[in-house]
């Protein structure tokens, strides 16, 4: 068989689901360890430190480019595999089937897209200003921490900021889990530690990301 | 147990073949036992559509005792009725209570189309199954026990494996309409055990490359095929297919 028919066999795609996944989890890890720097409570210090190693030193930036190949590789294909077992139906039900499976292992495509949007407005807030502002190659940063207590002054902008963090905390209940099932992990034993280990990570993750924004707004931070 | 009788409304999906417009048409089943089976009650409302001169309901049925996989329908949104690892044929209306209005509907996928009324076309399981689902070469008679040895727990994991009717639910009960769970039983069964062994790479990969054409969707390992599965085929055979074909697919040579 060749490369080509692995990965656009229905299992293949979902090998590309999973690896492209479990690489983005562990890229939260970094994202959500280097962001907990602002409760240093040294004024950003620390925070800006941290930001200026990822954003001004050029091996974090060439490791930038491979985040985005997973992103959007990732965000491709679980389109296309939604749209593509949608059409799979023809006529729907009348009573539609809800009781053997959790609500949110039902709603992956709606859970990423939502994700989606909120990435393309969080990445418009901070990501996109500071590159636009280095020249997208080595210049100097904008000051992030002082960017983070302006945009998290809004409300609207909390808000919209714990629906994003709630949404990838419900698509990680369900995609960690998935991600290894689907590269082949059926022992029992450790199928128990993943789960474990995955709902674990889908409240602590997004629960860290949430208490960002809600820090700033309520001036929890000195 | 009280004996009781009892009347119920059916909703019923009609439609005349395959290229025709279905629709759900209501009957009144009058002073019905709560004993019958689901598709004996079907049997009498069928006896009195044949008093009125109207066309009976095609349905698919064959042993009536929950191990041939025929019968096939969607009752009031699950597959094979609300009863937990059951067909259809056993699932009893002593389930149901006075005055219900009970939802018949086909299996629905595209790779299941009808045939009539609340028949669907399952011959594309049969085409994954020529695919690979088997063991080339005449294994000869039963040899003697323990001459062959065989792991406890493969035996154990193979036979419940092998404990798959091919009725379809899991496709019906899946919302990507995935074919999945069939698949994943078939080739766990003959995976673990070693008369499947030297076949297990080609085999994985064939069926999976005919599932994909007859239509079926892709896994998103939400669970609602274990959960309506007459035979209860654990989702951990779909783990075991995802890692057989992986290692097919990266170790094959040609």
């Excluded at chain 1, 959500?32 to 941290?50: E, K, S, T, Y």
């Excluded at chain 1, 039900?93 to 969080?122: D, E, N, P, Q």
Aim: with cysteine; hydrophobic share 45%; proline share 3%.
């Amino acid at each position: 068989m060749t490369w080509k028919e692995v990965f656009t066999s229905s299992v293949g795609k979902k090998l590309v689901m999973s690896f492209t996944g479990i690489f983005l989890i562990l890229f939260l890890i970094v994202h959500a360890g280097l962001n907990a720097c602002i409760w240093a409570n040294d004024g950003g210090v620390m925070f800006n430190q941290g930001a200026h190693f990822m954003g001004a030193n050029v091996v974090p930036r060439i490791l930038e480019i491979g985040l985005f190949v997973g992103l959007f590789l990732h965000i491709i294909q679980g389109l296309m595999l939604e749209f593509s077992n949608r059409s799979k139906r023809g006529t729907d039900y009348a009573v539609s089937y809800s009781k053997g499976s959790k609500w949110y292992s039902r709603s992956m495509g709606l859970l990423g897209t939502i994700i989606l949007i909120f990435l393309v407005i969080h990445l418009s807030d901070f990501w996109l200003p500071n590159r636009v502002h280095q020249g997208f190659l080595l210049g100097e940063e904008i000051n992030l921490y002082d960017k983070m207590k302006e945009e998290f002054s809004e409300l609207w902008v909390v808000i919209v900021y714990v629906a994003g963090c709630l949404s990838l905390g419900y698509h990680l209940a369900h995609g960690f889990q998935s991600a290894f099932r689907t590269i082949g992990v059926h022992n029992k034993r450790y199928n128990a530690i993943f789960s474990c280990v995955g709902y674990g990570y889908a409240i602590i993750i997004p629960l860290a990301f949430i208490m960002m924004p809600i820090s700033f707004y309520f001036h929890w931070l000195n | 147990m009280e004996h009781k009788n009892i009347n119920l409304t059916l909703k019923v999906w009609r439609q005349q073949s395959t290229v025709s417009k279905g629709e759900f048409v209501s009957y009144q089943v009058k002073e019905i036992s709560q004993e019958m089976s689901f598709l004996e009650m079907f049997d009498v409302l069928n006896e009195q559509l044949i008093l009125e001169d109207k066309e009976p309901i095609a349905f698919d049925h064959d042993c009536r005792e929950g191990i041939c996989g025929m019968c096939s329908m969607y009752i009031d949104g699950k597959p094979h009725g609300p009863w937990q690892a059951n067909t259809t044929c056993q699932l009893h209306m002593r389930a149901f209570n006075d005055g219900d209005t009970i939802t018949v509907e086909p299996w629905r996928a595209q790779a299941f189309p009808v045939l009539k009324d609340l028949v669907v076309d399952r011959t594309s399981f049969d085409r994954i199954i020529q695919a690979g689902g088997y063991v080339s070469v005449n294994t000869g008679n039963a040899v003697d026990g323990n001459s062959l040895p065989i792991n406890k727990n493969d035996a154990d994991a193979s036979f419940a494996a092998a404990m798959c009717i091919g009725c379809g639910a899991c496709v019906a009960a899946c919302k990507n309409s995935s074919a999945m769970l069939f698949l994943s039983a078939k080739v766990s069964h003959l995976a673990l055990l070693p008369q499947g062994d030297p076949e297990r790479q080609s085999r994985v990969v064939n069926m999976v490359a005919q599932m994909d054409k007859e239509g079926f969707g892709a896994c998103t390992n939400t669970g609602a095929c274990e959960a309506t599965c007459p035979k209860e085929i654990s989702l951990s055979n779909i783990a075991r297919l995802n890692q057989e074909y992986l290692l097919a697919s990266f170790t094959a040579s040609n």
